[in-house]
């Protein structure tokens, strides 16, 4: 068999395959596709950017001359708030279904694209709109932007690890330092000295004397009474 026949019979069989005409048709838009030019400035956020206008001028001619026509409606949409600097605002997420078609009948399974933007009015759903369709002919036809949101420009660096520190089970003071505390509350003469018999003891002893003797304090204080006698009471009264 002859190349010429080979090559021809080759034809045929591409030619058969399902989706072969609208796949043919995109390798040879791929291979006329050029940079897009970031002409558009966002003011606001301080970048350029390739617009919506940029894509088209690009890939109209393309897509007329190889014979693919692109169908895009809206499909869900969904309405939020979403915490701004000066309060909340409204947002949309509004999805799309498009379809990428070719004059001899084939087309492409449809692919849904989502956006996100501010629901600022009519001028959020030419946005969304806008922002989807080029994204997805940048992903069909695989148009270069310069846009820095490849993944190869983050940083490499994954932050500090936090770890949680182990914890410790606190353990349980021996019985006999807890009475040793208990009973220096009756027996010491003065804070000092019970700071001193304290000082030995294990921290959770101290913690465990301290609440005690405050509890101790709290009941004396409210048990004195006001006046021990009646002569504090003989300078108050007046005659």
């Known amino acids: 068999m002859t190349n010429v026949a080979k090559m021809t019979d ?21 291979g006329q596709v050029q940079k897009v030019a970031k002409g558009d400035r966002n003011k606001h956020d301080g970048y350029n950017f390739a617009s919506i206008d ?10 007329a001359e190889n014979g693919l026509v692109v169908h895009m409606q809206e499909a ?10 000066f309060g909340d605002n409204a947002w949309m997420r ?9 004059t001899s009948g084939e087309s492409l399974p449809p692919v849904t694209r989502t956006v996100e933007v501010l629901r600022n009015g009519a001028q959020a759903y030419g946005s969304a709109q806008s922002y989807a369709l ?8 695989l ?16 932050g500090t690890v936090h770890r949680d520190a182990p914890r410790v089970q606190p353990t349980a003071p021996p019985v006999e330092a807890i009475e040793t505390a208990k009973d220096s509350l009756s027996n010491a003469d003065s804070l000092d000295q019970l700071r001193a018999i304290w000082s030995d003891l294990p921290k959770p002893v101290q913690a465990v004397a301290d609440v005690i003797k405050a509890k101790d304090d709290r009941k ?11 002569s504090d009471l003989a300078d108050e009264i007046p005659y």
Do not use: Y
Not at 77 to 85: A, L, N, P
Not at 94 to 102: A, E, K, N, V, Y
Not at 134 to 141: E, G, T, V
């Open 10 to 30: 080759e034809t045929q069989r591409v030619s058969t395959v399902p989706g072969a005409k609208i796949l043919s048709a995109i390798a040879s838009a791929m």
């Open 54 to 63: 940029d894509f088209l001028a690009l890939v109209n001619p393309i897509c």
């Open 143 to 158: 148009i270069p932007t310069g846009d820095k949101d490849d993944a190869d420009h983050a940083p490499t660096d994954a």
């Open 94 to 102: 509004q999805s799309f279904d498009i379809t990428l078609m070719h």
């Open 220 to 230: 004396a204080a409210l048990e004195k009474p006001a006046h021990p006698d009646n």
């Open 76 to 85: 869900e949409r969904e309405d939020f708030t979403r915490k701004g600097k």
């Open 134 to 141: 080029k994204q997805f002919w940048r992903c069909i036809l």
